[in-house]
């Protein structure tokens, strides 16, 4: 049973820093996809960032572009993390990851909240001016 749960939410001034967790387990092979999402209130779920766990291959949404950067822990490889730079009001919404088995697609594939098939809790992330 594949699970999924984010962390690192919270409270960050603009301009500010903060680094996301998901640990997922549940994964037999390692061939599937990470994807981070966001959804503000009144607004769509957005896509923000994916990884393949089989080569880290990894996409981002223009709006994050330069800002934020997806990794995976190198010794536990079923941790994954969404560094977040240079916050904006804009980026203030609850976070998610989210997986996709199994994750051969272009990574940009997995930037589609369609796509994915198993989805963890969200961790809110406020940005204060």
């Known amino acids: 049973d594949v699970q999924l749960q984010a962390s690192g939410g919270g409270s960050v001034q603009l301009g500010g820093s903060l680094r996301l967790s998901c640990v997922v387990s549940?994964?037999?092979?390692?061939?599937?996809?990470i994807g981070w999402f966001r959804q503000a209130p009144g607004r769509e779920r957005e896509g923000v960032s994916s990884?393949?766990?089989?080569?880290?291959?990894?996409?981002y949404a223009n709006s994050v572009k330069g800002r934020f950067t997806v990794s995976r822990d190198t010794a536990k490889k079923t941790v994954y993390f969404l560094q977040m730079n240079n916050l904006k009001p804009e980026d203030a919404a609850v976070y998610y990851c989210?997986?996709?088995?199994?994750?051969?697609?272009?990574?940009?594939?997995?930037?589609?909240?369609?796509?994915?098939?198993?989805w963890g809790k969200g961790t809110l992330v406020t940005v204060s001016s």
């Open positions: 990884i393949r766990s089989s080569d880290g291959a990894v996409s």
């Open positions: 989210a997986a996709r088995l199994p994750g051969y697609e272009d990574p940009s594939y997995y930037l589609q909240p369609s796509a994915m098939e198993n």
């Open positions: 549940g994964f037999i092979f390692d061939d599937y996809a």
